[in-house]
């Protein structure tokens, strides 16, 4: 089995490029998306010779044809039943906007593989504090997530929450590997 890895997942523009910009520190490795939508390419990160991050492409993007979003959505699908080295999803929301049809059904796509999520709310920069609670009640019940998944904040602009990202993905790849997908 090759190094554990932690995938990457959200809408078109919500920010993961950016994200993963800031946690690797070195602006410009994951490309900040001129046209959203356009990549339907999943890439990878070696960290340290220790783990991989997983770039998943972005979803929703309206303008994007029937045909691009089926093969989007086998390309994820693949993916989730092909990796046993997949210790977790960050799902990355826009605490801006109430969770999409589309974030729902991921997050439940998610649940029904048994895949542990870190949720995360891009753009904390955006929101006030005062309006924090609320955008979070707002992501916890679209989603119906448990006590343990709740949201963290990060800006990629300000870089808050960025440690409090790390311990989480942290304690995601000391978790023990999935099982395969189908096996019992
Ligand atoms: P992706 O399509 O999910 O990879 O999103 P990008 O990283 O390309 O970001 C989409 C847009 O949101 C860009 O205009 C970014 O500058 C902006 N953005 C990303 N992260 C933040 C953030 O933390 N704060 C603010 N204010 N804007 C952000």
Same mark, same amino acid.
């Given at each position: 089995?090759? %190094?554990?890895?932690? /995938? ?7 920010? !993961?490029?950016?994200? =993963?910009?800031?946690?690797? $520190?070195? *602006? ?6 001129? +046209?959203?939508? !356009? +990549? ?11 783990? =991989? ?16 979003? !089926?093969?989007?959505?086998? =390309? ?5 039943? $092909? ?8 799902? =990355?929301?826009?605490?801006?906007? *109430?969770?999409? &049809?589309? &974030?729902?059904?991921?997050?439940? %796509?998610?649940?029904?593989? &048994? ?19 609320? /955008? ?24 808050? $929450? ?8 942290? &304690? ?8 395969? /997908?189908?096996?019992?």
């Amino acid at each position: 089995m090759g %190094w554990p890895e932690i /995938a990457f997942a959200g809408r078109s523009n919500v920010g !993961k490029s950016s994200l =993963l910009n800031l946690l690797l $520190g070195r *602006p410009g490795l994951a490309r900040v998306s001129g +046209t959203p939508g !356009k +990549t339907q390419t999943i890439n990878f990160f070696v960290i340290n010779h220790a783990y =991989l991050f997983v770039d998943l492409p972005g979803y929703g993007y309206a303008r994007v044809p029937q045909s691009v979003q !089926k093969s989007w959505r086998s =390309l994820i699908e693949a993916y989730l039943t $092909g990796r046993p080295e997949l210790r977790a999803v960050a799902l =990355l929301l826009d605490p801006r906007h *109430p969770p999409t &049809d589309l &974030d729902r059904t991921m997050h439940e %796509w998610l649940t029904s593989y &048994d895949v542990p999520e870190i949720i995360i709310a891009t753009k904390a920069d955006q929101v006030s504090r005062g309006l924090r609670r609320s /955008a979070q009640d707002r992501i916890v019940s679209a989603l119906g997530l448990s006590g343990d998944q709740s949201p963290v904040f990060v800006s990629a602009r300000t870089g808050e $929450g960025r440690l409090d990202l790390w311990s989480r993905i942290d &304690d995601a790849l000391a978790l023990r590997p999935r099982r395969p /997908a189908g096996r019992p």
